[in-house]
């Protein structure tokens, strides 16, 4: 550890500043705790880019900007302060009390909220970044409402890229469903798929090259099989061949699913006292908006129930 930085306490560092770490911040700013969030990208995350959600309740229609913009604000009106790209270096989460050390802080916090979210896998092509946001996506929920009555193809073949396709079809007039290989998604899945008039399901193929001008217009694709090429006209392409949690930097103290989610039940709480995980990064069924602000709420008052037992000279739960 670098001897030259900056030691400063906080009751709470909050790792991650998505909706679950914003609402855990407005919550801990409320009950007048130190808290500080720490964000080694933009604040928002994923979300940000969202260019209109209609799911979350209140709102017919907002963008990820103005959604995480104003709990932003609400937060820091609490109190709550937000550092953003000062990178994380390191944790120590077993300390008493816990390290969070920085590019250039080192701060020591009684309690820490992982709220760290995770990043869909891209899409491995050279013209991913030209045509991100311009009819290439990852949040079907975000983004499948700009593209009513177009041609839709969705990219993965297990049960979340099927169960996009299926949700999709809602809007697309045309959908693709492709896939490099066989398909891994449950029969029940498939078969709604399948039996869906405006589907058509393109196995053994891959996505080989994207093609537009200001926007994506058409995808090359390969049958495997024959090792033929063709192109075919889609308006929008839904990406989904996983995701990668961020949690390079706790796995080696915590215990971590076999997806690389943190290991933590209903209640937040991971296998370390005082150490908490909420929202994406949580192992857990349904990773929505909603569920990653209730997440955030039950960490942090959770963390206001473990300090206030701290001051009092006890460790339980």
Same mark, same amino acid.
């Given at each position: 550890?670098?001897?030259?930085?900056? $030691?400063?306490?906080?009751?709470?560092?909050?790792?991650?500043?998505?909706?679950?770490?914003?609402?855990?911040?407005?919550?801990?700013?409320?009950?007048?705790?130190? !808290?500080? !969030?720490?964000?080694?990208?933009? #604040?928002?995350?994923?979300?940000?880019?969202?260019? %209109?959600?209609?799911?979350?309740?209140?709102?017919?229609?907002?963008?990820?900007?103005?959604?995480?913009?104003?709990?932003?604000?609400?937060?820091?009106?609490?109190?709550? &302060?937000? @550092?953003?790209?000062?990178?994380?270096?390191?944790?120590?989460?077993?300390?008493?009390?816990?390290?969070?050390?920085?590019?250039?802080? !080192?701060?020591?916090?009684?309690? #820490?909220?992982?709220?760290?979210?995770?990043?869909?896998?891209?899409?491995?092509?050279?013209?991913?970044?030209?045509?991100?946001?311009?009819?290439? $996506?990852?949040?079907?929920?975000?983004?499948?409402?700009?593209?009513? @009555?177009?041609?839709?193809?969705?990219?993965?073949?297990?049960?979340?890229?099927?169960?996009?396709?299926?949700? *999709?079809?809602?809007?697309?007039?045309? *959908?693709?469903?492709?896939?490099?290989?066989?398909?891994?998604? @449950?029969?029940?899945?498939?078969?709604?798929?399948?039996?869906?008039?405006?589907?058509?399901?393109?196995?053994?193929?891959?996505?080989?090259?994207?093609?537009?001008?200001?926007?994506?217009?058409? #995808?090359?694709?390969?049958?495997?099989?024959?090792?033929?090429?063709?192109?075919?006209?889609?308006?929008? *392409?839904?990406?989904?061949?996983?995701?990668?949690?961020?949690?390079?930097?706790?796995?080696?103290?915590?215990?971590?699913?076999?997806? %690389?989610?943190? #290991?933590? %039940?209903?209640?937040?709480?991971?296998?370390?006292?005082?150490?908490?995980?909420? %929202?994406?990064?949580?192992?857990?069924?349904?990773?929505?908006?909603?569920? &990653?602000?209730?997440?955030?709420?039950? &960490?942090?008052?959770?963390?206001?129930?473990?300090?206030?037992? *701290?001051?009092?000279? $006890?460790?339980?739960?």
């Amino acid at each position: 550890m670098a001897t030259d930085k900056k $030691h400063l306490h906080k009751d709470i560092v909050i790792i991650g500043a998505g909706m679950a770490g914003l609402t855990a911040a407005l919550y801990a700013g409320r009950m007048n705790l130190d !808290v500080l !969030v720490l964000e080694n990208g933009i #604040v928002g995350g994923q979300i940000a880019n969202a260019t %209109g959600i209609e799911n979350y309740p209140g709102f017919a229609k907002i963008s990820g900007k103005e959604l995480i913009g104003a709990l932003q604000e609400q937060a820091e009106r609490f109190g709550a &302060a937000i @550092d953003e790209f000062d990178t994380i270096e390191s944790v120590t989460l077993k300390a008493a009390p816990k390290i969070v050390e920085t590019e250039e802080h !080192v701060y020591e916090a009684d309690v #820490v909220i992982i709220a760290s979210g995770m990043n869909r896998r891209k899409l491995p092509l050279p013209e991913e970044a030209k045509f991100a946001g311009k009819g290439v $996506h990852y949040c079907e929920l975000c983004d499948g409402h700009m593209y009513q @009555d177009k041609a839709i193809a969705v990219m993965g073949g297990g049960n979340a890229a099927v169960d996009a396709a299926n949700f *999709l079809t809602k809007y697309a007039k045309k *959908l693709y469903l492709i896939h490099r290989s066989e398909f891994r998604a @449950d029969e029940v899945s498939q078969k709604r798929l399948r039996e869906n008039p405006k589907a058509e399901i393109l196995l053994q193929t891959e996505i080989t090259a994207l093609r537009g001008d200001k926007r994506m217009e058409r #995808v090359e694709i390969l049958d495997k099989k024959t090792g033929a090429k063709r192109e075919i006209a889609i308006d929008g *392409l839904f990406v989904n061949i996983g995701v990668v949690p961020n949690t390079e930097l706790f796995k080696k103290e915590l215990a971590l699913a076999d997806g %690389g989610r943190i #290991v933590a %039940g209903e209640d937040c709480r991971t296998d370390i006292p005082g150490v908490f995980a909420a %929202g994406d990064v949580r192992e857990k069924e349904i990773r929505q908006l909603t569920t &990653a602000a209730a997440d955030g709420t039950t &960490a942090a008052l959770l963390a206001e129930q473990y300090l206030v037992k *701290l001051k009092e000279g $006890h460790q339980e739960w």
